[in-house]
């Protein structure tokens, strides 16, 4: 019966999926041999689809799980699998050291973004891949480490493209519909820990209801992603030197 409801009620529950997804496909298709740098790299959950490509890691390695107690947080982290330990902005290796570079769900943790894909620029040979993931729009989380809310294509198309990169692919991980599915789908779990009512019985009657509805505005969806959508999936390549 669990199964049955899930197919029928599915929204907003592939976020993570889809990106895991499509970070593992765009790897899988980066020729063999290459070095890559896993910037920003946290407990290296993308290093299972390295195994063909030389893998080095990288990140500040500060956060612990638990942050300053608020928001959304983890409640472990584990920054023992780490190679390199630095800011992102300042990684301590010569110019273009790596093939590959790889920056998932990290930009809304960096104070100075824009300087992060600068530094890419200058560790990345020409001709290198840039890959990025990061959300449009996210609830905080990590905190202290959470600076902005999300970033949207635009921003990558300014940014890459003054640093050097070209984008090849930039697809939108999800809608409008799927990103309000999954925030109805919060609802409880939040007020229980950020109101004094949480409405429970109240919220689970109206949910699927409208959930379905969601499901079918999503599934007849003709672009609402430039509105919201859970994140951005960005592949670019370095084609020309910064002076």
Not at 19 to 30: F, H, P
């Amino acid at each position: 019966m669990k199964n049955i409801i899930r197919k029928l009620f599915n929204v907003g529950l592939e976020n993570e999926t889809s990106r895991i997804i499509w970070v593992e496909k765009t790897l899988k298709n980066i020729p063999a041999g290459l070095k890559i740098l896993d910037a920003g790299a946290g407990e290296c959950q993308y290093k299972k689809f390295c195994s063909h490509l030389e893998y080095v890691s990288q990140d500040f390695a500060q956060y612990n799980g638990e942050g300053n107690s608020k928001g959304l947080q983890t409640k472990t982290w584990d920054n023992t699998k780490l190679d390199i330990i630095s800011d992102i902005t300042a990684i301590p290796v010569p110019d273009k050291s790596f093939d590959v570079i790889m920056c998932t769900e990290v930009f809304e943790h960096l104070p100075d973004s824009i300087s992060a894909i600068k530094e890419f620029s200058r560790i990345l040979k020409p001709g290198g891949y840039l890959i990025i993931t990061a959300p449009f729009r996210s609830l905080t989380h990590f905190a202290p480490y959470h600076f902005y809310s999300g970033f949207n294509k635009y921003f990558y198309e300014r940014n890459l493209g003054e640093s050097g990169f070209e984008i090849k692919e930039i697809t939108p991980n999800g809608n409008y519909f799927e990103y309000i599915a999954q925030e109805l789908r919060r609802v409880s779990s939040v007020a229980t820990s950020f109101s004094t009512k949480t409405w429970n019985f109240v919220m689970k009657l109206f949910l699927y209801p409208l959930l379905w509805i969601l499901k079918k505005l999503s599934k007849e969806d003709k672009g609402s992603s430039e509105l919201l959508c859970f994140g951005y999936h960005v592949l670019a390549r370095k084609n020309k030197e910064i002076k």
